[in-house]
């Protein structure tokens, strides 16, 4: 499938995602999400749990992993995802008809030439409506902020410098 492709069914995908669906990963590991086996705690999920609800495979996924599902399963870099993306830039530049959209938090100085470049210090989650579903992987589960909290939470994390982008597909 082509790279156009894959955005125009995700693009799909997150136009139909519900709260409803959402909430039902509320407090679930990865290895409940996974059905490739990625799941290992010490590695860093969000971007993981993102394209698993939304069916996004940009880039290196969960299955290239293991030689036996290469090539199988979801997106699993924030970076990519973000330069997938049809329209990017900061939050408070989101136009507030974009109800369904990604979230990232990452440092300014991370974004060059309108691109994430690939650096630790990222995250990212499906906004709806005012709210945020991410992976926490300091709790290894599925939790959900209000766009302003997921700003302060990851502040604390990558420092106060830290600003929110918004992705659309």
Known sequence: MSKVTELETTKKNIKNLT??????CLGKDIKDICDKGYTDPKINHCAHFVSHVLDLKVGLVCGSMKYATRGEG???RVNEIYNACSSTGAWSNRPIS??????????PSNIKNGEMQNHPRKHIGVYINGTAWHYSNR???????SAESFLIKFRGVYGKDTLTYYGAL
């Open 98 to 107: 974009n109800t369904h959209c990604l979230i990232f938090a990452t440092l």
């Open 19 to 24: 709260s409803e669906k959402l909430n039902a």
């Open 139 to 145: 709790g290894d589960k599925v939790v959900t902020d």
């Open 74 to 76: 979801t997106s699993l």
